[in-house]
């Protein structure tokens, strides 16, 4: 079974950095596209910045030049690095990975930026 498995959530204080790593396994990760999403209290969930197989990158106006989306194929991870972190930002964050009709979903990590 596909399993995701995201890490380095947690209470960081506005203006700080999280680095999130999404652990994949029992999947063949350079067929997949890569994504991180979020879905703040209330809200719907929404996209935060995605990587293709090939390396092309996209972000949400909103995180532009704050956050980092970057994947080690060796390793089976994608990650989000997170600069310059605002209140807003607090959400549950997602990892995504797709390949034509698979599309799974790893568990949320919790992101709180409080002060």
């Known amino acids: 079974q596909v399993q995701l498995v995201e890490s380095g959530g947690g209470l960081v204080q506005p203006g700080g950095s999280l680095r999130l790593s999404c652990a994949t396994s029992r999947v063949i990760f350079t067929f997949y596209n890569t994504g991180w999403y979020r879905q703040a209290p209330g809200k719907q969930r929404e996209l935060v910045a995605t990587?293709?197989?090939?390396?092309?990158?996209n972000y949400a106006d909103s995180v532009k030049g704050r956050f980092i989306i970057s994947r080690d194929n060796t390793k089976n991870t994608v990650y989000l690095q997170m600069n310059s972190l605002k209140v807003e930002d607090t959400a549950v964050y997602y990892c995504?990975?797709?390949?034509?009709?698979?599309?799974?979903w790893g568990q949320g990590t919790q992101v709180t930026v409080s002060s």
């Open positions: 995504n990975i797709e390949f034509g009709k698979a599309d799974y």
């Open positions: 990587i293709t197989r090939g390396g092309s990158a």
